[in-house]
């Protein structure tokens, strides 16, 4: 078979394609670039001479497998066009997302002379994404995750969690918080939550998540444990380091924590679980504050007794 041979621009249409605003290459039948204009050029860091004779595949980001581009060329072959998201690599290594639309142009005997690439960075609309996904999930004031989030993160957890492997849930809410709202103002108040809250990242583990539940009282999921001793020792590490003396905005502050907990065992809802964790926090609350209590079926019997951190 005689080999198809790309046409060559016209001026007309090397204006136009210049003219455009979207990064427009040229490729030929066997993806050796042709032609880019300017717009090409200014996205991916390459001048003009760079591009010429060499293939697409400079530009690979290393975030798409085999079969990405596997689907992709079947498309091309298949249906003559191709369009959707793909991450490129500028010349100086930056990574990028652009909107991508390759078309097959075919003489009249179906033979494809060329490739042609349209593609608009998408920059700015991917980063105003995941703000707001972003602020959709996480905790304005403190960066930490936020209840949804977190209560996604469980649901996700207790489905996937190898069988005889533990986990527990922690409940936990800072005591007399208010006072240091109303002695020294709100914004020390947010400052303190700030400065709580990096106390509370450094008490785990990767694997571990830590939210800001609402207000003065945050949730942990910790992920695995070997049991309720091994989540006890976290919770009463927690405590210790939250008994530390505060600096915030100049003033010395002192905070303590109630802390409820829930092992993870049967097939309890997440809701189910947090909910056992928030009413032993709040049975520490009526026993004195500052200590950690395990849920139990029993607990309205042994709740003040079991309270106050040895437990």
Excluded at 74 to 102: D, F, M, V
């Amino acid at each position: 078979m005689a080999q198809t041979r790309a046409p060559a621009l016209s001026i007309t249409a090397w204006q136009v394609i210049q003219s455009m605003q979207d990064g427009v290459v040229l490729t030929d039948a066997h993806a050796v670039i042709m032609a880019a204009n300017d717009a090409f050029c200014a996205v991916t860091g390459y001048a003009r001479p760079e591009l010429i004779g060499r293939n697409p595949s400079i530009l690979h980001s290393g975030k798409h497998n085999r079969a990405f581009y596997t689907r992709m060329w079947g498309a091309l072959r298949k249906c003559g066009s191709w369009q959707g998201e793909i991450w490129n690599r500028r010349k100086n290594g930056a990574l990028y997302p652009e909107w991508l639309t390759i078309s097959a142009i075919k003489d009249k005997w179906g033979h494809t002379l060329c490739f042609l690439g349209v593609s608009r960075d998408i920059t700015n609309p991917k980063l105003n994404e995941e703000r707001l996904v972003h602020m959709a999930q996480c905790d304005p004031l403190t960066g930490l995750p936020n209840r949804r989030l977190f209560v996604e993160r469980l649901k996700r957890t207790l489905s996937s969690r190898p069988a005889g492997k533990s986990l527990a849930v922690l409940f936990l809410d800072l005591d007399h918080f208010k006072d240091i709202n109303d002695r020294w103002s709100h914004a020390t108040g947010d400052a303190f939550l700030q400065a709580v809250a990096a106390r509370l990242r450094g008490c785990v583990r990767r694997t571990d998540v830590v939210a800001r539940w609402a207000g003065d009282e945050f949730a942990v999921m910790l992920n695995p444990v070997s049991g309720q001793r091994d989540a006890a020792r976290v919770a009463r590490k927690i405590l210790n380091i939250l008994r530390r003396p505060f600096t915030v905005n100049g003033h010395r502050l002192r905070t303590s924590a109630s802390i409820g907990a829930c092992m993870i065992g049967g097939k309890l809802s997440p809701e189910r679980l947090i909910d056992q964790a928030d009413r032993m926090m709040y049975a520490v609350k009526k026993c004195g504050r500052d200590g950690v209590q395990f849920w139990s079926p029993a607990f309205p019997i042994r709740a003040c007794s079991a309270a106050g951190g040895n437990s």
